[in-house]
């Protein structure tokens, strides 16, 4: 190449890369669209989704997302904010329509518990056999810690349909719309959805029944003190605590 050809060459080549870079964001949503059950959510969905966020002051386009799930109440919360804002807003609750297992965390494959701590979304699967599905990164931290080594288990999901051996199911008609909600934060480049996973609502009545009940367990007791205090943070400031993993398996929150 000629070296007065050299930096055209190079300018042209920037352009390229921030071009890509630019779009990157938008090629997850296309990339998620290519499959049939998507583009179905999105059809049955994305009108009202939009308008929905609207009535609570949110463009789709800004929106960030973060969801709490209770064993106990078998719900799951969907909160939502604007990236411009740090406040969070409950936009919905859905049922969670099946659960195994008891109160407790997952501390090893085959034992049928739901996991309890801080978790995220680390994957889509638009294909799944139980119709579209989203995994939380169990095992974490805390569980690598506190689990049964080299025998953890995984594949922890929230997806459609309506059976569970530890994941958490919505029925094919709302995993639809959550997945729609979860693809537009991700695909608005909210690279980390958070997901915690409470043994109950950790309202100061039940931490005192939850205390009582299970007074003889400091593995249960030292989790749920964690979360309890994750939970108050959030209440209160409608904020996320900053999370953090000891070396003992329990968590720092902030």
């Known amino acids: 190449m000629k070296k007065r050809f050299l930096p055209r060459f190079i300018f042209l080549v920037a352009l390229l890369f ?3 870079f630019s779009n990157g964001q ?3 949503k296309a990339d998620q669209k290519r499959y049939p059950r998507v583009r179905t959510a999105y059809s049955e969905n994305y009108d009202q989704i939009k308008r ?3 009535l609570v002051g949110i463009e789709i386009d800004q929106l960030e997302v973060y969801l709490r799930i209770f064993k106990y109440e078998k719900e799951l919360e969907l909160w939502v904010r604007d990236q411009s804002s740090g406040v969070f807003q409950k936009l919905k609750t859905y049922t969670v329509c099946a659960t195994s297992g008891a109160l407790g965390p997952k501390r090893e494959q085959g034992d049928r518990q739901i996991p309890e701590g801080y978790y995220h979304i680390n994957r889509f699967n638009p294909s799944s056999n139980y119709y579209l599905s989203m995994g939380i990164n169990y095992p974490n931290g805390s569980d690598r810690t506190l689990g049964v080594q080299h025998n953890l288990g995984g594949a922890i999901f929230i997806h459609g349909d ?3 051996i530890g994941c958490i199911p919505l029925t094919d008609e709302w995993i ?3 997945y729609v909600y979860c693809v ?3 695909n608005n480049g909210q690279q980390t959805i958070p997901v915690t996973l409470f043994p109950a609502r950790l309202t100061d009545a039940k931490w005192r029944i ?3 009940e299970f007074k003889s367990s400091n593995e249960y007791i030292n989790l749920w003190s964690d979360l309890k205090k994750g939970f108050d943070l959030f209440n209160a400031s409608k904020t996320l605590p900053t999370i953090r993993f ?3 398996g329990r968590y720092a929150v902030e």
């Open 18 to 20: 921030l071009a890509n």
């Open 26 to 28: 938008s090629d997850f």
């Open 52 to 54: 929905d966020l609207e």
């Open 162 to 164: 309506c059976v569970t």
């Open 176 to 178: 639809k719309e959550l």
């Open 184 to 186: 537009e934060a991700k």
């Open 210 to 212: 939850l205390k009582h």
């Open 246 to 248: 000891l070396e003992s």
